[in-house]
T-cell receptor
Framework: GENVEQHPSTLSVQEGDSAVIKCTYS??????FPWYKQELGKRPQLIID?????GEKKDQRIAVTLNKTAKHFSLHITETQPEDSAVYFC????????????FGTGTRLTIIP | KAGVTQTPRYLIKTRGQQVTLSCSPI?????VSWYQQTPGQGLQFLFE???????NKGNFPGRFSGRQFSNSRSEMNVSTLELGDSALYLC?????????????FGEGSRLTVL
């Protein structure tokens, strides 16, 4: 089955700096890659996603890049703010709209004021 | 529109007991999936139901089971509880149609097995 590896497990950045989280997946059939943010004690929420027919997607300070050949995708957060502090999970699935997601183990991002 | 509701929010059981968790999806959503969240393991897929049928299943033992009712509400059951079953169990719903992607999670049921 699919396996998703996520790095780093923890990340601390100064407020205003950029943060990058990287994930690799094993199954070349995967074609949908969402990112979820989970604040302390709260439910995971989708922040951005990308399909395999797209190389990059941006939404304000957040961007995701996908390299299908290398089977890795990354989350980029620019101009970080304290409210960006959370655990971020990458995931992969083989069908957009398929609710069986394989998640990475998460990255705890801490923004230092 | 009300979000995904899970009950109970917290529960404590002892080894060997069984537990039933409930999930009410967002109105109109027909797909309900379940995930187990543990520290260091992230979220692991248990199963997904759509229109009362199990459509996908993860790699968990048969002690973990679920079902979905005609109103799309779902329950999951864990029998013969083990210490390692202590976790946050998250339910998520979507419309179940293609091109909808986003999972809407509930706040979870935190199970502690003693």
């Amino acid at each position: 089955g699919e396996n998703v590896e996520q790095h780093p497990s923890t990340l601390s950045v100064q407020e205003g700096d950029s943060a990058v989280i990287k994930c690799t997946y094993s199954d070349s059939a995967s074609n949908y890659f969402p990112w979820y943010k989970q604040e302390l004690g709260k439910r995971p929420q989708l922040i951005i996603d990308i399909r395999s027919n797209v190389g990059e997607k941006k939404d304000q300070r957040i961007a995701v890049t996908l390299n299908k050949t290398a089977k890795h995708f990354s989350l980029h957060i620019t101009e970080t703010q304290p409210e960006d502090s959370a655990v971020y999970f990458c995931a992969a699935s083989m069908n957009f709209g398929n609710e069986k997601l394989t998640f990475g183990t998460g990255t705890r991002l801490t923004i230092i004021p | 529109k009300a979000g995904v509701t899970q009950t109970p929010r917290y529960l404590i059981k002892t080894r060997g007991q069984q537990v039933t968790l409930s999930c009410s999806p967002i109105s109109g959503h027909r797909s309900v999936s379940w995930y187990q969240q543990t520290p260091g393991q992230g979220l692991q897929f248990l199963f997904e139901y759509f229109s009362e049928t199990q459509r996908n299943k993860g790699n968990f033992p048969g002690r973990f089971s679920g079902r979905q009712f005609s109103n799309s509400r779902s329950e999951m059951n864990v029998s013969t509880l083990e210490l390692g079953d202590s976790a946050l169990y998250l339910c998520a719903s979507t419309s179940g149609r293609t091109n909808t992607g986003e999972l809407f999670f509930g706040e979870g049921s935190r199970l502690t097995v003693l």
